[in-house]
């Protein structure tokens, strides 16, 4: 029996039948990443020995109980930003390749909790700037439905690892669209939940404004699963939210009549690919023939959303990535002069091409003299697309919209065009100016077998009506039960 091919909530079914040990469970998904890693590379660690001892832990746990947690003995994958104790955490960077944290993040205490399995930590564009995992200093992720393809990013190896099935369901992070584009690229759910609803404690800061912790997964369900298990508030992340987390799977409810989608006439703009725009076309009328009512609205400040967020989420990196100076930890160059040399020579060494460019940008516009000109407007424009999310949520409940607009393109294409490359997330970029929550999921393929993204956002803290949309689509379509064939 393939347990790598079951949802979580399946092996959860099997687990509490005792039909199946969870160590059976890991064993196979262990294999399963030596048989495909060498094609796809969405590892930088895995942790066979680790993941062993704690399937054998969560079997005990689960013969003295009969009810245990859903992601009790399920492997997780995890994005290479999020910190764990003991074990390695790079960031995909020269910079941190040696780095492993003194303490865990919150969401990976949260999976412990739960007695989760992680299996392994997860390749991802260097410090989560990009759009496509070529720029990891661990090498290029490939996408598993065309290994010539990249798998999105920043999150590549948190999404090719759950199409693979190389892990039942994964943790990533989403600055600017780096759970949503690859989850569209990679055929899966991709779920960014509102800014404050997961706590960012351990997630290694790229724009602190902007970046959210969310969930990879096979389906919906999945999906609700695990955002019950990482979401909540954390006294040590100050903009983590005092709110009560309802169950997500009680939104797993097939009906979506009475629902008011919004359709952004500033999304559907030219460039998008015929096929990709074929598929919403139809997800939208797949949606009407099941009693939503469509409506359209407008986000009139969408085409600011690239610009502005290239200044916010430079800005706040080169502020963040000012920690990295070889001194208390990671990289540090041989060989240096005198401590100005040395830290000239460790970031030169230790940061790739494009965290540079970022810095550099980063630190242009925060300097005296431009700091009005780009980063105060800047501040002013995000608060203006803010309003247009608020006032299109006046006149409906989910808004709908392309994920990114083509599907996964060819390694390479992009690279020596970082502009090309900054438009892969202009459909995803405004939620997180705006703070909203969001999610990708499977809606279609191309005549090339690529799978297609839909993009669904909700109001903040209003997860739980995406979470019905998405299943309720999901009920209605069978996108998300195709596989990518790896042999
Ligand atoms: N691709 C965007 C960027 O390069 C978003 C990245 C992200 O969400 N981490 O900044």
């Known amino acids: 029996m393939s347990l790598c091919n079951m949802a979580i909530s399946e092996l959860h079914e099997l687990l509490r039948k005792k039909k199946i040990s969870s160590l059976e469970i890991t064993t196979q998904y262990l294999n399963r990443i030596k ?35 859903a992601l009790t003995g399920i492997p997780v994958g995890i994005k290479d930003l999020i910190s764990t104790k003991d074990v390695r955490t790079t960031c995909g960077s020269k910079i941190l390749h040696n780095y492993s944290p003194p303490y865990d993040a919150t969401v990976i205490r949260k999976l412990k909790e739960n007695n989760a399995v992680i299996v392994g930590k997860l390749n991802m564009d260097e410090f989560a700037m ?42 990533g992070s989403d600055t600017g669209g780096s759970i949503r584009q690859p989850a569209a690229c990679c055929g899966v759910v991709g779920f960014k939940p509102t800014y404050g609803r997961v706590s960012r404690f351990g997630l290694i800061a790229f724009a602190s404004s902007l970046d959210q912790i969310g969930t990879f997964s096979i389906d919906t369900r999945d999906c609700a699963i695990m955002l019950n298990a990482v979401c909540g508030h954390d006294p040590a992340d100050s903009t983590s939210a005092k709110l ?14 009475g629902m008011r989608i919004g359709i952004p006439r500033e999304y559907f703009i030219e460039g998008i ?23 359209d609205i407008d986000l009139p ?54 965290v540079k460019r970022r810095i550099m940008l980063g630190t242009y516009v925060l300097s005296s003299g431009y700091y009005d000109a780009y980063y105060l407007r800047a501040q002013k424009v995000r608060t203006l697309i803010t309003k247009d999310f608020r006032d299109a949520f006046e006149k409906c409940d989910v808004i709908l919209t392309p994920t990114a607009p083509t599907a996964a393109f060819k390694i390479g294409e992009k690279t020596s065009d970082p502009l090309q490359m900054y438009l892969s997330d202009i459909f995803t970029i405004s939620a997180n100016l705006a703070g909203i929550c969001g999610a990708s999921i499977p809606c279609g393929f191309t005549s090339d077998g690529l799978p297609v993204g839909l993009q669904l956002l909700a109001k903040h803290f209003d997860e739980s009506l995406i979470i019905q949309a998405a299943h309720t689509f999901e009920q209605n379509t069978d996108y998300h039960k195709k596989l990518p064939d790896l042999g």
């Not at 094609?39 to 704690?54: C, G, P, Q, R």
């Not at 990891?136 to 065309?146: E, H, I, L, R, V």
């Not at 001194?327 to 040395?342: F, P």
């Open 130 to 171: 990009g759009s496509s995992t070529e720029t990891s200093y661990f090498g290029a992720t490939k996408n598993p439905w065309d290994t010539d393809r990249i798998p999105g990013g920043s999150s590549g190896g948190c999404a090719s690892s759950v199409a693979a099935r190389q892990c039942a369901a994964s943790l």
């Open 301 to 354: 400040h969408t085409k600011y959303a690239v610009a502005v967020y290239y200044i916010i989420a430079t800005a706040e990196a080169s502020s963040n990535l000012a920690r990295y100076d070889g001194v208390k930890y990671g990289y540090r160059a041989k060989d240096a002069n005198d401590l100005l040399d040395m830290y000239c020579k460790t970031r030169t060494q230790g940061f790739g091409a494009e």
């Open 244 to 257: 009560k987390v309802p169950d997500f799977t009680k939104a797993l409810v097939n009906d979506v009549r």
């Open 35 to 69: 048989q495909t890693d060498d094609k796809i590379n969405s590892f930088i660690t895995v942790l066979e020995e680790d993941a062993v001892n704690h399937a054998i832990e969560a079997d005990k746990i689960i013969s003295k109980n009969d009810d245990f947690s």
């Open 273 to 295: 690919d015929a096929e990709v725009l074929k598929a919403v076309n139809d997800s939208i009328e797949l949606y009407r023939k099941l009693g939503a009512t469509i409506v």
